[in-house]
Structure formats: structure tokens, C-alpha cells
């Protein structure tokens, strides 16, 4: 990985629900800014604890993200 840092967007994770569980896990972020982000802080992992949290969400059985699917209701 050539950055030194993984954003949270990478994690294939929803972000609100990305934050709350790292957190909840021990890790702590950086705040980066970047061109992806507009030059605005951002969250992000450093590679390392990017690679924990990949590691442990296999281990919990999240080891792809759900696909958005999308659905419709009629009303007849």
C-alpha cells in the first residue's frame, strides 16, 4: 500500500456504523486531509490497524459488504 493510512470509505463499511465499532474495538484514528476529500478532514486508519479491523470483521463473519440492492413498493 503506498499510502501510510487507509480512509474510512476503503473499509467497505458504512461510515457511521464503521466509526462506532473501530471505536468500540480499541483502535484509534488519524485526521487526514486529501485530495479524495476535498482538502477536508477525514478519518482514517493507519495501514496496519486498517488490516486488524479488515481481520477481524472475517472473523465475525462480515467478510464481504452487502450489496445495495434496491427495491420498490407499489401501491395498487
Not at 473501530?22 to 488519524?30: A, Q, S, V
Not at 485526521?31 to 477481524?56: I, P
Amino acid at each position: 500500500m503506498s499510502q501510510p493510512y487507509v480512509l474510512l470509505t476503503k473499509l467497505a463499511m458504512d461510515k457511521s456504523h464503521a466509526r462506532k465499532y473501530i471505536l468500540r474495538k480499541g483502535f484509534t484514528f488519524l485526521q487526514v486531509r486529501t485530495a479524495e476529500t476535498g482538502n477536508q478532514l477525514a478519518l482514517a486508519l493507519t495501514a496496519d490497524d486498517a488490516a486488524a479491523v479488515r481481520h477481524l470483521r472475517q472473523q465475525t463473519g462480515f467478510a464481504a459488504p452487502a450489496p445495495n440492492l434496491t427495491s420498490w413498493f407499489y401501491i395498487v
